[in-house]
């Protein structure tokens, strides 16, 4: 079975810090775009921040600049995105998707690559 598996999200306070996993079962992220996205309450899904896993170009969203870090451990077939400074508005469920690695990482992120695979998603609640 083919599926992505997040986790690592839970409840931290601003200027705290998470690490999401991205785990790949069935198949190789060795060739792949993978995308990190979120989605708060009553907002559309946007695109966090995304990496090309055999070149290791990343594209990051200009409200996470700085404070996010994406990262691949091909080994342990996982993408990890590294979150610092958390604020409230970092508050949302966080889908991590798979894409063939023809896809750019600004297209994964912007919502216009194709996507082969969604994980569940994990809830990130930043908050004091």
């Known amino acids: 079975q083919l599926q992505l598996v997040e986790s690592g999200g839970g409840l931290v306070q601003p200027g705290g810090s998470l690490r999401l996993s991205c785990a790949a079962s069935g198949f190789s992220l060795d060739y792949s775009t993978i995308g990190w996205f979120r989605q708060a309450p009553g907002k559309e899904r946007e695109g966090v921040s995304c990496?090309?896993?055999?070149?290791?170009?990343?594209y990051y969203a200009e409200s996470v600049k700085g404070r996010f870090t994406i990262s691949r451990d091909n080994a342990e077939n996982t993408v990890y995105l590294q979150m610092n400074r958390l604020k409230p508005e970092d508050t949302a469920v966080y889908y991590c998707?798979?894409?063939?690695?023809?896809?750019?990482?600004?297209?994964?992120?912007?919502?216009?690559?194709?996507?082969?695979?969604w994980g569940q998603g994990t809830q990130v609640t930043v908050s004091s």
């Open positions: 990496i090309s896993t055999s070149e290791g170009r990343t």
């Open positions: 998707a798979e894409a063939p690695r023809i896809t750019t990482v600004q297209s994964m992120c912007d919502g216009t690559g194709w996507v082969d695979h």
